[in-house]
Antibody, heavy 119, light 107 residues
Framework: QITLKESGPTLVKPTETLTLTCTFS??????????VGWIRQPPGKALEWLAL???????RYSPSLKSRFTITKDTSKNQVVLTMTNMGPVDTATYYC???????????WGQGTLVTVSS | EIVLTQSPGTLSLSPGERATLSCRAS???????LAWYQQKSGQAPRLLIS???SRATGIPDRFSGSGSGTDFTLTINRLEPEDFAVYYC????????FGQGTKLEIK
């Protein structure tokens, strides 16, 4: 059974750096074809893909947000970490991590974590 | 860059009716790499359809997807009360993009 869970601060101040952790079970990020992605959703708005990391450490980022994001993995801990610099109020959103197999869709999602950016 | 436009923005129907949701891409979606997700309030999205027309595991057969190229449709037959939610299309493959969503509400 595949599960994912996001964790991190619920409140950050403008200009701060946000670090979110996705802890998963039921699969390994060392298995060929497996990826974990991050998607966010501002309150009342649509889903927005942010970043992806694959079993071979290939990393992909949304072109519009690329410069602010870093995604890394710790295979031994079954974790993926997303770091976002220079947070602003527009980054207030629920952040989800999700499982991806072989360049396809996101088939398993975490429950999401709401991050508010406010002074 | 591809843009996905979903219509209508809001669809008001009654239980038992049929819902037809549209997702239009500004460029052809390669290999039919188009998925549909359902999101209920306060919950994570749930995969419904992949490859434009393949139902995910456990998805009732009243949900069906169709289309190719730039025009895709999600059809929900005989709406059940639990089907009222927001629906997103997503292009996947080498690039990932979500549509802006269609809210299906009870009339």
């Amino acid at each position: 059974q595949i599960t994912l869970k996001e964790s991190g601060p619920t409140l950050v101040k403008p200009t701060e750096t946000l670090t979110l952790t996705c802890t998963f079970s039921g699969f390994s990020l060392s298995t060929s074809g497996v990826g974990v992605g991050w998607i966010r959703q501002p309150p009342g708005k649509a889903l927005e893909w942010l970043a992806l990391i694959y079993w071979d450490d290939d990393k992909r980022y949304s072109p519009s947000l690329k410069s602010r994001f870093t995604i890394t993995k710790d295979t031994s801990k079954n974790q993926v970490v997303l770091t976002m610099t220079n947070m602003g109020p527009v980054d207030t959103a629920t952040y989800y991590c999700a499982h991806r197999q072989d360049w396809t869709f996101f088939d398993y999602w975490g429950q999401g974590t709401l991050v508010t950016v406010s002074s | 860059e591809i843009v996905l436009t979903q219509s209508p923005g809001t669809l008001s129907l009654s239980p038992g009716e049929r819902a037809t949701l549209s997702c239009r891409a500004s460029q052809s979606v390669s290999s039919g790499y188009l998925a549909w997700y359902q999101q209920k309030s306060g919950q994570a999205p749930r995969l419904l359809i992949s490859g434009a027309s393949s139902r995910a595991t456990g998805i009732p057969d009243r949900f069906s997807g169709s289309g190719s190229g730039t025009d895709f449709t999600l059809t929900i037959n005989r709406l059940e009360p639990e089907d009222f939610a927001v629906y997103y299309c997503q292009q996947y493959g080498s690039s990932i993009l979500f549509g802006q969503g269609t809210k299906l509400e009870i009339k």
